[in-house]
């Protein structure tokens, strides 16, 4: 079955999410691969999870002092890339970046489980460590000082997201004939415009 040219391309990015939850080879359908750059345009990639989409954009967290966090703050655009190989099917966003508001990432931190939010406190993401053993004994500590009291989100600790002007998808075929749909549209638009794409 070929993709299909709809109004709404996250009506296609949720039944294909959905079909990679529901396939037993597929661990975290939700892993992505994040391309950002520096403000000279220097690329770095890493895989993180999605956390939420809408139409509004795509969501992931981060610690806002790594490396991912510093580059999208000075240059606040990126990719992301799904490929899914047991169902045969990939897909590209890319698009501007901003921060989500501090409530909804308040929501969200809270939700994590202790060990998560005590993390996320205890680890200078990106940053060089000298032993690993000095990263579980900051674990240790900051549990024994935060007995029997609310692990709150750090301040150095939120949520970016992705607001796509471009998403393909692709699809493998046989012979290499694989099936491919671009939607994009710039800022100011609200209306998608399709284009299928050789392979």
């Known amino acids: 079955m070929s993709i299909p040219i709809i109004d709404d391309p996250l009506l296609i990015f949720d039944e294909w999410l959905k079909e990679a939850q529901n396939h037993q080879k597929i661990k975290q359908a939700n892993a992505v691969n994040l391309a950002t750059a520096t403000r000279d345009g220097v690329p770095s990639n890493r895989m993180v999870l999605l956390k939420g989409y809408s139409k509004e954009g795509f969501v992931f967290y981060t610690n806002l002092e790594s490396k991912k966090g510093s580059e999208l703050k000075e240059n606040p655009k990126a990719a992301l890339c799904f490929y899914w ?3 045969d099917k ?33 680890s200078k993401q990106s940053q060089p460590m000298e032993s690993g053993v000095d990263l579980l004994k900051n674990a240790l500590n900051y ?25 393909e998808f692709w699809q493998d075929k046989n012979s290499r004939l694989h099936d ?11 209306i998608w415009q399709t284009q299928r794409l050789y392979p």
């Open 90 to 122: 990939q897909v590209r966003i890319e698009g501007n970046v901003e921060m989500v508001a501090n409530k909804e990432a308040d929501t969200y931190f809270d939700s994590r489980p202790l060990k998560s939010r005590i993390g996320a406190w205890i």
């Open 85 to 87: 190989e047991a169902i």
């Open 180 to 190: 491919r749909v671009l939607f994009s549209k710039s800022v100011s638009e609200s």
């Open 143 to 167: 549990s024994i000082k935060m007995k029997m009291k609310k692990v709150i989100r750090p301040p150095f600790w939120s949520g970016f997201k992705v607001i796509p002007k471009r998403i």
